[in-house]
T-cell receptor, first 111, second 116 residues
Framework: GQQLNQSPQSMFIQEGEDVSMNCTSS?????WLWYKQDPGEGPVLLIA?????ELTSNGRLTAQFGITRKDSFLNISASIPSDVGIYFC???????????FGSGTQLTVLP | DGGITQSPKYLFRKEGQNVTLSCEQN?????MYWYRQDPGQGLRLIYY???????QKGDIAEGYSVSREKKESFPLTVTSAQKNPTAFYLC???????????????FGDGTRLSIL
């Protein structure tokens, strides 16, 4: 089956710093999604990407659909305490009906 | 407000019992999904349904069952055959528009199931 490698597994950063995380897949995807999950809640969609090379922003968040269609990056600029949570990437290939999820990046923002 | 409602928030089960987790959506979405989340892991697909009265097994369907009698509802039953049911269960829904739908999934707030 499809596999997604998400890194890093966890990050500890100072408030105000920028953050970058990425996902790579074993196969070509035509959709990349980035979600954030707060403790005890369901994931919330942050950014959706549908075209290779696409760069999309949502406030301080920016995500890119890799040119090879096998990777995606999420950047968070000027981190704040409420950025704490688990960030998941998810992708779908053209032949699949369902999403494949990465294992998540646990982000901790230190004051 | 439109959204996905999962209930209960917390559920406790004795060994050997079946339990049913509720998922209701008023987003008029065609597709609904059930995922299991374990600590430090990503979401694993249990079952999904694209239309009423039809559903497909996901990656870890053993020990689980579902029904889709109504568009709005997709209950998940954790049976006694599921040997390690303690987990956080998430329900999601999405629009299905065409064969190669790329519509993102939207999630409920989850049910945490624990074994007594």
């Amino acid at each position: 089956g499809q596999q997604l490698n998400q890194s890093p597994q966890s990050m500890f950063i100072q408030e105000g710093e920028d953050v970058s995380m990425n996902c790579t897949s074993s196969s070509i995807f035509n959709t990349w999604l980035w979600y954030k999950q707060d403790p005890g809640e369901g994931p919330v969609l942050l950014i959706a990407l549908y075209k290779a090379g696409e760069l999309t922003s949502n406030g301080r968040l920016t995500a890119q659909f890799g040119i090879t269609r096998k990777d995606s990056f999420l950047n968070i600029s000027a981190s704040i305490p409420s950025d704490v949570g688990i960030y998941f990437c998810a992708g779908r290939s053209g032949s699949a009906r369902q999403l494949t999820f990465g294992s998540g990046t646990q982000l901790t923002v230190l004051p | 407000d439109g959204g996905i409602t999962q209930s209960p928030k917390y559920l406790f089960r004795k060994e050997g019992q079946n339990v049913t987790l509720s998922c209701e959506q008023n987003l008029n979405h065609d597709a609904m999904y059930w995922y299991r989340q374990d600590p430090g892991q990503g979401l694993r697909l249990i079952y999904y349904s694209q239309i009423v009265n039809d559903f497909q097994k996901g990656d870890i369907a053993e020990g689980y069952s579902v029904s889709r009698e109504k568009k709005e509802s997709f209950p998940l039953t954790v049976t006694s055959a599921q040997k390690n049911p303690t987990a956080f269960y998430l329900c999601a829904s999405s629009i299905v528009s065409g064969q190669d739908s790329n519509q993102p999934q939207h999630f409920g707030d989850g049910t945490r199931l624990s074994i007594l």
